[in-house]
């Protein structure tokens, strides 16, 4: 049963900005307004996965996990030493979560996608969602990962490992489609 919600939920997630996309002929495809938003809500979103993939690899941030917040900064590599309470998944999903708020203030006050730029700005909401679904799916496949391997099931473990490798190829397609709509987007309505 909860399977079936929690589907149902997904489905109507990604059904929401094509039910708000509705046709006025009176506005201006251009006329979407909280434009500060959207740039704060893409910064945000783009400071999340910088800082995910410099921390995950440890190029230039590694993530020191403690009960106080701070940094340190040293000329070794990694340059960079973030100090928190939290995993670096969390603050991951805490700014992308946050950037995409942000950027639906602005999706929803628009009243007609139609156009170059309405289509790519509906096709990035429909992208949004199924990212942040996709994040939420990912971070559970992790933790089963985790578990099991604490656990000593091998076997299982490895059966999670590549079901993590798939999703992460989904995860990243759909953030380049992301990047690219936005692109599209940014150009059509300039």
């Known amino acids: 049963m909860n399977k079936r919600l929690a589907i149902f939920f997904i489905v109507a997630l990604l059904l929401l900005p ?3 996309a509705d046709e006025y002929e009176d506005e201006n495809e251009y006329d979407a307004g ?3 938003f959207a740039v704060v809500g893409v910064s945000l979103i783009g400071a999340g996965v910088a800082y995910y993939a410099l921390t995950k690899r440890k190029l230039l941030i590694k993530h020191r996990k403690e009960d106080r917040w701070g940094f340190e900064i040293q000329p070794e590599h990694p340059y960079v030493t973030f100090i928190g309470p939290v995993s670096p998944m969390t603050v991951h999903h805490a700014l992308t979560i946050t950037g995409t708020l942000l950027v639906f203030v602005h999706f ?3 009243g007609n996608y139609s156009g170059v730029g309405g289509l790519a700005g509906l ?3 429909v992208t949004l969602i ?3 679904a996709l994040g939420f799916i990912g971070r559970a496949i992790n933790r089963k990962i985790l578990s099991l391997a604490k656990s000593g099931r091998k076997d299982d473990a490895a059966r999670y490992v590549r079901m993590y490798q798939r999703w992460k190829k989904v995860h990243i397609a759909l953030a380049v489609l992301f990047a690219i709509l936005l692109a599209i987007h940014l150009n059509a309505v300039d």
Request: proline fraction near 0%; hydrophobic fraction near 55%; glycine fraction near 6%.
């Open 123 to 125: 096709s990035m909401g």
């Open 130 to 132: 199924a990212l942040n």
């Open 18 to 20: 094509l039910v708000l």
């Open 108 to 110: 929803l006050s628009c």
């Open 34 to 36: 909280y434009t500060a």
